[in-house]
């Protein structure tokens, strides 16, 4: 039974974006996979390619970050299911867009949501092929930013392959800006009383290299991890609205 929609943020990813789509088109129970195209800038590459491989796309005509790019994601799967008639909402999957073909290796992030063990899975991907040039001064953060929130001790925080239901996603909206939705998304998902697991998955991605853009890609991560952290350390009623970037 089809009961899965796949969501993927893509941001220049044409040379990755058609094999993964394949894969999470293989996926047992996945019927839709839609790709947002996140403002990319290369003349409609990444667009193209993932219609090509079977993908619906909404594209973003300017780079808003993930966490909106997740946000429309979602927004277009409901869409589709208002014109389908659809009873019951699909579960939502989350891929990052640069996983190829391990994106078939997702399933056993649906089995606990399926049965109803968990709201919202989390990947823990084994260790990758080519190794960073990060100290974890990120991840580090977001690891201890979650267990001072919820008391909840994340593997990998940062992993980006998660499933949920409908109603565990829409209790996090809106989402965390940027590189921060995954840390903002487990907090408010935990706090709003939804389970969450996390689950192994042979998930592969391409590694942050060493050069400058790597760096500035790594700071970027931190400011966003470190305001999702900041604004959820304030009580909900006094969260000024302007502390969440468009």
């Known amino acids: 039974m089809a009961d899965t929609a796949v969501v993927i ?6 040379e990755r974006i058609g094999e993964t789509v394949d894969g999470a088109l293989a996926l047992s129970g996945v019927d839709l996979v839609v790709v947002v195209d996140d403002g990319s800038r290369d003349a409609g590459a990444t667009s193209r390619i993932a219609r090509e491989h079977g993908a619906i796309v909404v594209r973003h005509p ?24 659809r009873a019951h909402a699909r579960f939502l999957l989350f891929l990052d867009a640069d996983l190829r073909g391990s994106a078939a290796a997702a399933a056993p992030l649906l089995a ?26 990120v991840v580090r953060l977001a ?25 565990a996603f829409e209790t996090a909206l809106p989402l965390a800006h940027g590189f921060g939705v995954e840390t903002g998304l487990t907090i408010d998902v935990l706090r709003a009383g939804v389970r969450v697991l996390e689950v192994e998955a042979d998930l592969h991605h391409r590694v942050t290299g060493t050069d400058l853009a790597a760096q500035l890609h790594r700071g970027r991560q931190y400011r966003d991890v470190a305001l999702a952290l900041a604004v959820r350390s304030v009580p909900a009623n006094l969260r000024p609205s302007t502390w969440r970037a468009s």
């Open 112 to 137: 606990p949501i399926r049965d109803g063990q968990a709201g919202m899975t989390i990947a823990v991907l084994p260790p990758q092929a080519t190794a960073g040039g990060g100290h974890g001064f």
């Open 62 to 85: 300017r780079n808003r970050g993930k966490g909106a790019a997740m946000e429309t994601g979602a927004a277009a799967v409901a869409a589709i299911e208002a014109r389908e008639g």
């Open 143 to 167: 690891r201890d930013g979650i267990r001072r929130a919820v008391g909840f001790a994340a593997t990998q925080p940062l992993s980006g392959q998660r499933c949920l239901t409908r109603e």
């Open 9 to 14: 943020s893509a941001y220049g990813e044409a």
